[in-house]
């Protein structure tokens, strides 16, 4: 596996050895030993979860307020997305800046967003499923949403929409938050 940091250095790209050959292809998805070794980092990984979106749709930008923040390590196994991270950290030298990288089930990248991370994605492909591993529980009580176009952040999400069409958000997401009036940072 190799594991590369981002601009702002904790979040960390992986990409996996794959084994390709007449059937098909073969990787360890997730590995806790290599990944500790190629990162420095052990997660306590306690929840799965698996999405699906059509193309347009935008989820986030989420995170959960400690004590319940979340470490995700993400990954797509069919079609494509831009996933995106934002450094919600008080006093980090990186607060509000953003990263984003193509995570497609052809290129089987995966990122890992550290907790102190609000995260998104928006569905490239015709759809795309998507899969994480979480090092928290999920808790509604405490999510949160940073707005997906906060000019603050200004997140330069791909441009696959005709002018004037907006992706697809949940009502949740369409009321997030700009980082400027949030108080509840991790
Ligand atoms: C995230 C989540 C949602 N749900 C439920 C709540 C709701 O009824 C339904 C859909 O939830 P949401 O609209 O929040 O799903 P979604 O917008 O896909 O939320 C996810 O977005 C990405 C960007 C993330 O980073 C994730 O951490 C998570 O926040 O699923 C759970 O039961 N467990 C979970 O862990």
Not at 156 to 163: G, K, M, T
């Amino acid at each position: 596996m190799k594991a590369t940091p981002l601009e702002i250095p904790d979040v960390i790209l992986l990409e996996p050895r794959v084994f390709g050959d007449d059937r098909g292809f073969f990787f360890e998805s997730y590995n806790r030993q290599a990944f500790r070794e190629a990162t420095g980092i052990d997660p306590d990984f306690v929840q799965d979860n698996h999405s699906r979106s059509t193309q347009g749709v935008l989820r986030g930008l989420h995170y959960q307020l400690p004590p319940k923040a979340q470490g995700k390590l993400v990954r797509v196994v069919a079609g494509e997305v831009f996933d995106v991270a934002v450094d919600i950290r008080k006093g980090s030298p990186t607060f509000g800046r953003w990263v984003g990288e193509v995570l497609s089930a052809e290129n089987k990248r995966q990122m890992w967003i550290p907790p102190g991370f609000a995260h998104g994605f928006l569905a490239l492909s015709e759809t795309a499923e998507f899969l994480y591993k979480t090092t928290d529980y999920y808790s509604p009580a405490h999510e949160r949403c940073v707005l997906w176009n906060d000019s603050d952040v200004g997140v330069i999400w791909p441009s696959i929409f005709p002018a004037g069409n907006y992706p697809v958000l949940s009502t949740k997401d369409a009321n997030g938050m700009v980082l400027r009036e949030m108080t509840g940072c991790p």
